[in-house]
């Protein structure tokens, strides 16, 4: 098994910045690297972020490109997400993931548990 656990989310005004970070208790075998993913009151989760395990590949949401920052630390199986210009449309509760696929939340492997972002006006 693959333990994932999240931390850094709270309550910022709109325009703020978060960073919220995961780290993995190990590698899963064949993965890809770690991503993120959130999900908002009423709809479903969404892929915000990727990174392969050397950070030479990121993929990110339209939604939040030029806005968001994902990198990694491969040495301590650790991804972050630098969040700048928080809309309150960002609040959601953001789950880390990792696996073969981590850009479709069906086809994840691992989740953890969450931190919740919440955004204000």
């Known amino acids: 098994q693959v333990q994932l656990v999240e931390s850094g989310g709270g309550l910022v005004q709109a325009g703020g910045s978060l960073r919220l970070s995961c780290a993995a208790s190990r590698r899963a075998f064949s993965s890809y690297g770690m991503g993120w993913f959130r999900q908002a009151p009423g709809k479903e989760r969404e892929f915000v972020a990727a990174i392969s395990w050397s950070g030479g590949t990121t993929h990110y949401a339209d939604s939040v490109k030029g806005r968001f920052t994902i990198s990694m630390d491969g040495a301590k199986n650790t991804v972050y997400l630098q969040m700048d210009s928080l809309k309150p449309d960002d609040t959601a509760v953001y789950y880390c993931?990792?696996?073969?696929?981590?850009?479709?939340?069906?086809?994840?492997?691992?989740w953890g548990k969450g931190t919740l972002v919440t955004v204000s006006s």
């Open positions: 993931a990792t696996g073969r696929v981590v850009v479709r939340p069906t086809l994840v492997d691992y």
